[in-house]
């Protein structure tokens, strides 16, 4: 099983991925973002600094899927990640434009091709207001200047990307609003079974409801 969160910044991809980790016995590969030289210079101005932030972190995590993935996969494995391929594309088309938009695209075709795909993308998704609660509980550095408007685009646009009309890998989408899967145990046991409902991972219960305590 190669699982793989999706969901725009601060909705809880990394928390969900090493919670789920155990009831899996899975490996887990995180995103490494912190490397990335010129990332704390974009969020101070993004369009100074979009290409070779994007670019940056194109290479990287093509370096990481390409070297890590098919090596937990072809020891059967099973495998949780906070992020996809195809995510660095959907921040493309949000910073950049023009010819630097068009080389990106080339380039990651290119690349692309040799990513392996997941089973299941679990799409979390949460209302823009809730996403700034939880990039203000974090507490990144880089992070603390974060603009409303920038995170409110990169939610619609994650919820446009993963919606009914993706083309990849089969999606599951989990509205995480009223959900705190670190402090009530059962709010992450009902994502662990939807998850098993959905791959068809016994055990399973063939219904749970979402939002009670």
Do not use: C, W
Not at 38 to 59: G, I, K, V
Not at 101 to 122: C, F, G, N, S
Not at 155 to 175: P, S
């Amino acid at each position: 099983m190669y699982l793989a969160i999706e969901g725009a910044i601060g909705v809880g991809k990394t928390t969900l991925a090493r919670l789920l980790q155990p009831y899996f016995q899975s490996e887990v590969l995180l995103e490494v973002f912190e490397e990335n030289p010129f990332l704390s210079s974009f969020y101070a101005d993004r369009e100074r600094y979009a290409f070779q932030t994007q670019m940056f972190f194109l290479l990287s995590r093509y370096r990481q899927q390409v070297q890590s993935i098919p090596n937990i996969i072809s020891r059967d494995d099973n495998l949780i990640t906070d992020y996809t391929f195809e995510k660095d594309a959907l921040f493309a088309r949000t910073n950049l434009s023009g010819d630097e938009l068009q080389m990106y695209y080339r380039v990651h075709e290119a690349l692309a091709e040799k990513v392996p795909q997941p089973d299941l993308i679990v799409f979390l998704r949460a209302d823009t207001e809730v996403l700034m609660q939880r990039i203000a509980l974090r507490d990144r550095p880089y992070e603390r200047e974060m603009d409303r408007d920038y995170i409110d685009l990169i939610n619609r646009t994650y919820d446009e990307f993963f919606g009914e009309q993706h083309q990849g890998a089969k999606v599951l989408v989990i509205d995480t609003n009223e959900l705190d899967l670190v402090r009530k145990p059962n709010h992450l046991k009902l994502v662990e079974n939807r998850l098993r409902q959905t791959l068809r991972l016994t055990p399973f219960q063939p219904e749970l409801p979402f939002g009670n305590d």
